[in-house]
């Protein structure tokens, strides 16, 4: 087929809501967009796993502690369903995991900041993970098939995460004084962080549109944010916690909440590397990898040696 | 030093006795015992299986989708396979 009617081929798929899939003719930019896209995503579970690990030996009960371990080991789970779609588009698990290793490849910012508390578990499962069940219950439509089937997948995964930090938060919230506002001020620390997870407003990010026009992302950035500030609203309110934002107020001619200016320069400085924790992110990712050298090569020697010996 | 990648292995879950296995995902194991081990904590942690397969994924091979036109084009005006191409009387009820 000419390079025209391929492309004319792939728009009409676009248009008609059929999924791309892996052997399909695809534009350049379009696997591109995509391999970073989904790449970037895998790497946000696997470091994402970092802030939680700390605090699964410091679990104040067993109960937090099985669900604590259940949801790294879930992220885990999607960091590789994740990495096994970008493999689809024609890039090796290997490379992607040295362009994280060595700094080049981004993961979200929201990994970057510390958790100091308990109360921090609570506030991450509940608005970190809500966040990201927001874009990623969009991203089940998406248009390239590998990435919306692992999509579903973490979406059918990731709800009980989000429970789970709002039980923190609610046996905090109902707790003590002094854990109350432990709650209180962990939500303090991670609500303009995880408003920033959205992205850059629509009007300031360059590839939003092309990603619209190709099904790759289905919601803007901002109507994600908006989406999320609205359904968090009455969360917080059950919880008798307030949010950090003194211009929040329901706007009924809109129909959702206003709410004030997102700090962006901290979300550039983090992103370019200067967050609290960027450094502490990428060494414990090198050491980890590092060190599980010996058991990835032993594991292919003694493969190799048993497929001779049968042989 | 030994920097060879893990193959690739393609993993598929029967849910439940009488359906068929069906395809999950893949994922990366040193050979076919580790797949499986790996592909019951990656894929079977909620009680979605009840057998696993594992295939080594350069095992598969594929139909090319630029062939679609001459495989699945003739199957189209053959109307004549299907039920609905034959009129019944409704007297004589379902067939």
Same mark, same amino acid.
């Given at each position: ?18 999924? %791309? =899939? ?15 896209? %989904? ?8 470091? !994402?796993? @970092?802030? *939680? ?13 099985? /669900? ?8 885990? !789970? ?10 689809? #588009?024609? +890039? ?7 362009? @994280? ?13 510390? +958790? ?6 609570? /506030? ?25 089937? /692992? ?15 709002? *039980? ?26 995880? @408003? ?7 009007? =300031? ?10 099904? %790759? ?24 916690? +307030? ?38 992110? #990428? ?19 003694? /493969? ?8 | ?16 006795? !009488? #359906? ?48 679609? *036109? *001459? ?25």
């Amino acid at each position: 087929m000419e390079q025209a009617d391929l492309q004319r081929l792939f728009d009409s798929k676009i248009e008609q809501e059929i999924r %791309i =899939e892996p052997k399909d003719w695809m534009p350049e930019a379009y696997r591109k967009n995509n391999l970073r896209q %989904i790449s970037q995503h895998a790497h946000s579970e696997i470091v !994402g796993m @970092l802030p *939680e690990a700390n605090w699964i030996s410091r679990a104040p009960s067993l109960r937090r502690k099985v /669900a604590l371990l259940a949801k790294v080991q879930d992220e885990a !789970g999607h960091g590789l369903y994740l990495y096994s779609a970008a493999e689809t #588009l024609g +890039t090796s698990r290997d490379e992607m995991l040295e362009d @994280l290793n060595s700094g080049k490849a981004k993961y979200s910012s929201i990994f970057n900041y510390p +958790t100091l508390n308990w109360a921090d578990i609570g /506030a991450v499962g509940w608005l970190v993970d809500g966040a990201a069940i927001t874009n990623q219950v969009a991203l089940c439509r998406t248009s390239y098939g590998p990435y919306a089937r /692992a999509m579903v997948r973490v979406c059918k995964e990731e709800s009980f995460h989000q429970r789970q930090g709002y *039980e923190i938060m609610m046996s905090m919230a109902f707790g003590t004084p002094e854990q109350k506002q432990m709650a209180q001020d962990a939500l303090n620390r991670w609500w303009w962080p995880a @408003l920033m997870m959205f992205g850059p407003n629509d009007s =300031e990010s360059p590839h939003s549109q092309q990603s619209l026009n190709w099904k %790759i992302k289905r919601v803007s950035n901002d109507d994600l944010r908006q989406e999320f500030i609205d359904k968090s609203i009455p969360q917080v309110e059950y919880l008798g916690l +307030t949010l950090p934002d003194p211009d929040l107020k329901w706007n009924e001619e809109r129909g959702h909440y206003d709410f004030g200016p997102i700090d962006w320069e901290e979300f550039y400085r983090v992103i370019s590397g200067n967050g609290p924790c960027n450094k502490d992110r #990428l060494e414990a990712r090198n050491k980890a990898h590092n060190d599980g050298a010996w058991v990835r090569e032993a594991a292919m020697a003694f /493969a190799e040696k048993r497929q001779t010996n049968v042989a | 030093m030994n920097s060879k990648n893990w193959p690739l292995f393609e993993v598929f879950i029967r849910s439940k006795n !009488g #359906l068929s296995h069906k395809h999950v995902g893949s994922l990366h194991a040193a050979d076919p015992a580790m797949a499986l081990e790996n592909a019951r904590d990656v894929y079977c942690r909620r009680n979605e299986g009840v057998s696993i397969w594992v295939v080594p994924s350069d095992h598969i091979t594929a139909s090319d989708p630029g062939d679609a *036109e *001459e495989l699945y084009e003739p199957a189209r005006d053959k109307i004549y396979r299907h039920p609905t191409f034959y009129t019944i009387p409704d007297e004589i009820g379902h067939m």
